[in-house]
């Protein structure tokens, strides 16, 4: 069976290591030695100058709208992981749903400007597969109509955009170290800011509001992470050069067998990036070749994942709008097996079906 995806692990006596620390120091979780260590190398890995970790990338995306302090309409991407959107609802903002652009499939921000009203306050856009979004038209906009920037960076590991981590932009950028993605603590993300101010006000929130053994700053929640994620992020981490190499390796093999021989296509990656190959999607011409392919990889015990399906308009909580792009892309978008252990035999093999499948029916 080949997976859509499979969590990397550490060679098992390098995690043992910290975790061995970890009993000596009877300190298990609450600003840890660990934790401390695993925000030196991130931040020197990915060249920020600051970074919390936290204990996922939802309550990332949560505390960002919190510091903030948005109220009202924030405008966003429908075609994400749920997360992007049940943040905002869950912070008591409404989602104002921007169509996608076609190429990219992030925000497009040709379209922000005619969902701006007088209750906008922010633009929270996820740079999809760890695609950069447009983030200068973005900024612009921002600026000229006041309003804040959020990046869902999920899955961003890596990725730079014009020299830079491109967890460097916006207001707040958040990043996510699950299990699944590129790099993982196994639960586990990130914010990350250029502001010293906002910085100072999440590193409160992340751990109740405590400024003081007995005194509170602002209302928190328990946003922190334990010694046992970061030591898996530690254990992980010097293997983050090799994971990104084989991620690109893998998709330029699927590229050649199968990009020009059948009507798919791939998401244009940004000018100005370094990607990260977080994904390998491919958007089909119609649903009905996606379901033939989907169906008869998962006859020969391979999985792929619809990602991101269906549109995030149709989640029972949001008022219905339309986005007719993304409801078009996100029933012909999927995303075959993408993992380090996944070999180059196993990627010919994948394509030898995809190609069968839609050549002879
Ligand atoms: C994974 C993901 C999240 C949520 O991250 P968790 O760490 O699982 O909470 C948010 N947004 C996007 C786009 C994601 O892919």
């Given at each position: 069976?080949?997976?859509?995806?499979?969590?990397?692990?550490?060679?098992?006596?390098?995690?043992?290591?910290?975790?061995?620390?970890?009993?000596?120091?009877?300190?298990?979780?609450?600003?840890?030695?660990?934790?401390?260590?695993?925000?030196?190398?991130?931040?020197?890995?990915?060249?920020?100058?600051?970074?919390?970790?936290?204990?996922?990338?939802?309550?990332?995306?949560?505390?960002?709208?919190?510091?903030?302090?948005?109220?009202?309409?924030?405008?966003?991407?429908?075609?994400?992981?749920?997360?992007?959107?049940?943040?905002?609802?869950?912070?008591?903002?409404?989602?104002?749903?921007?169509?996608?652009?076609?190429?990219?499939?992030?925000?497009?921000?040709?379209?922000?400007?005619?969902?701006?009203?007088?209750?906008?306050?922010?633009?929270?856009?996820?740079?999809?597969?760890?695609?950069?979004c447009d983030i200068d038209a973005i900024a612009k906009i921002a600026a000229r109509h006041k309003l804040k920037v959020i990046y869902d960076a999920a899955h961003c590991f890596g990725t730079k955009y014009k020299g830079k981590s491109v967890l460097t932009y916006g207001d707040v950028s958040t990043i996510s170290f699950h299990a699944t993605k590129l790099y993982h603590t196994t639960e586990g993300g990130a914010v990350v800011t250029p502001s010293a101010e906002l910085l100072k006000k999440m590193s409160l929130l992340r751990n109740f509001g405590f400024n003081g053994p007995y005194t509170f700053a602002s209302v928190g929640i328990n946003g922190k992470n334990s010694e046992f994620h970061a030591a898996m992020g530690l254990a992980n981490l010097p293997y983050a050069n090799d994971i990104l190499r084989k991620r690109r390796e893998d998709s330029l093999q699927y590229d050649d067998m199968l990009l020009g021989k059948i009507p798919v296509r791939r998401p244009k990656i940004t000018d100005g990036s370094v990607y990260n190959y977080s994904y390998y999607t491919l958007v089909f011409e119609t649903e009905e070749q996606l379901l033939k392919?989907?169906?008869?990889?998962?006859?020969?015990?391979?999985?792929?994942?619809?990602?991101?399906y269906p549109s995030l308009t149709t989640l029972p909580y949001v008022k219905a709008s339309e986005v007719l792009v993304t409801v078009d892309v996100a029933a012909r978008v999927l995303c075959l097996p993408l993992y380090y252990s996944l070999n180059k035999a196993e990627i010919d093999m994948i394509s030898r079906y995809i190609l069968r499948t839609l050549k002879y029916g």
């Open positions: 069976m080949i997976n859509v995806t499979e969590p990397f692990l550490p060679k098992r006596e390098e995690y043992e290591k910290y975790i061995d620390q970890i009993w000596s120091r009877k300190w298990l979780t609450n600003n840890g030695p660990l934790v401390n260590e695993l925000e030196l190398q991130l931040k020197d890995y990915l060249q920020l100058d600051h970074l919390l970790y936290l204990t996922n990338g939802t309550i990332a995306i949560q505390l960002a709208i919190k510091v903030l302090e948005l109220q009202g309409e924030i405008i966003t991407t429908p075609f994400s992981f749920v997360a992007t959107t049940s943040s905002i609802v869950w912070e008591h903002c409404k989602p104002v749903f921007v169509d996608i652009d076609e190429e990219t499939l992030n925000l497009d921000p040709r379209k922000i400007e005619g969902a701006i009203t007088e209750k906008t306050t922010a633009i929270l856009a996820t740079h999809v597969y760890g695609n950069p392919v989907h169906k008869s990889l998962e006859v020969n015990g391979i999985f792929t994942r619809r990602y991101f």
